[in-house]
């Protein structure tokens, strides 16, 4: 759905081997060259090098207002596929295309290898099967489906054409609000666990949310009597960082520590969403460390760039990462100094290489359900 052009002036590979002294001096000099033609867009699980680049950081919901709002001719994105993909519907949405003209802002992905193994969980046709499945058991027209900003854009145009919506970790219980006064049931894709932490909040209970498996054969591997009491149905999907924290991480910490405050991801399994104290997205973490009390002990569940960021920000609080085991993103790794350099000279030499581009048609619809979210 997305096209990308790589016609590169120069070869990725003799970048590898630069210092970062000397990629960080060119890159500084290319966004310079570039000025305000440019806007560099930064996740918070960037690693520190590359976000000290960033015009802007944020998290998924904050990152997709900045491209709606930000007018520039080229956004390039330290993120992953899906964010850059956003980026590019919306920032070339109908009234911001007729104001420029017809001009096009381009978006670009540094390394078109930093996907979401999260958003490769749901495929567009296996959506489309479930929800052919699901009219064999249930009304479709009473159930709104949900995606998470994190999935694809076709997914996301899924859900423009049936009446439904985007979320982020930020907004998903508002989302899930706004779903619940138009249908008696929703579909949430991809991640199971934010749909059920959030659920849960709201009052649901597990016995109504029945999780649809993809891959379990006839009715997602779920019965007709379970499909036909369902509030929520959850697909089978989750984040591969996020699922390592364990309970046992959790009890280990408030023993250890006493007054120790656990702060997660909705990533995160239920077994630790529930015993944890607070549970947000990563601008919510954020938010909570920097307003904290001086001295307050926390113990931070969500990918390791961040926390690790946190703990050299905030030396007046007493931070620790959750898990014992390192879980960090590979794929947001993949951005680094040498592909951001590549891309920005790529950029002064008068090429946009790797850039991210959603056809029209699964624009359109995608829009319609993103335009919903950035509404409320
Ligand atoms: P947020 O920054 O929206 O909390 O999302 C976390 C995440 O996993 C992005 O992929
Ligand atoms: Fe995807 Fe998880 Fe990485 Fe976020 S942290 S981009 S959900 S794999």
């Known amino acids: 759905m997305s096209t990308t052009v790589s016609l590169s002036n120069f070869n990725i590979n003799d970048y590898r081997t630069l210092l970062p002294e000397e990629l960080n001096a060119r890159i500084v000099a290319a966004k310079r060259a570039l000025g305000d033609r440019l806007l560099i867009l930064g996740h918070h699980y960037q690693q520190d090098e590359v976000i000290a680049h960033a015009d802007l950081r944020g998290d998924s919901l904050e990152l997709s207002r900045m491209a709606a709002e930000r007018p520039c001719e080229t956004i390039v994105f330290c993120g992953v596929h899906f964010m850059a993909e956003t980026a590019d519907i919306v920032s070339n949405r109908p009234e911001r295309l007729r104001a420029r003209e017809g001009r096009r802002t381009t978006v670009i992905l540094p390394d078109l290898a930093a996907g979401c193994s999260m958003a490769d969980m749901a495929a567009i046709d296996q959506v489309e099967n479930a929800w052919e499945d699901l009219s064999q058991v249930i009304d479709t027209r009473d159930i709104t489906p949900v995606t998470y900003i994190n999935s694809a854009a076709s997914l996301k145009a899924f859900c423009g054409r049936h009446g439904g919506i985007v979320c982020t970790s930020s907004n998903a219980a508002k989302v899930l609000e706004w779903a619940f006064e138009r249908s008696k049931r929703v579909l949430f894709f991809p991640d199971q666990h934010l749909g059920r932490n959030t659920s849960l909040k709201m009052g649901i209970t597990n016995d109504q949310m029945p999780v649809w498996d993809p891959y379990a054969g006839e009715l997602g591997g779920s019965t007709r009597e379970a499909l ?84 050299k920000e905030h030396p007046e609080q007493e931070i620790h990462f959750l898990s014992p085991v390192l879980c960090m993103c590979a794929t947001m790794y993949r951005i680094d100094l040498p592909h951001l350099c590549w891309t920005l000279e790529n950029l002064v030499a008068g090429t946009a290489v790797n850039t991210i581009r959603v056809d029209d048609d699964t624009s359109a619809f995608a829009l319609l359900a993103l335009e919903r979210m950035l509404a409320l």
Not at 257 to 264: A, K
């Open 228 to 311: 036909e009491q369902s509030r929520v149905i959850l697909w089978k999907g989750h984040c591969s960082v996020h699922q390592m924290f364990r309970p046992e991480h959790v009890a280990n910490f408030r023993k250890q520590v006493p007054g120790i405050q656990i702060l997660v991801h909705p990533e995160c399994p239920q077994e630790v969403n529930d015993i944890a104290d607070l549970s947000g997205s990563t601008g919510y973490i954020i938010r909570t460390i920097r307003e904290a009390p001086v001295g307050s002990k926390w113990a931070i569940g969500t990918e390791l760039h961040l926390v690790n960021r946190l703990k």
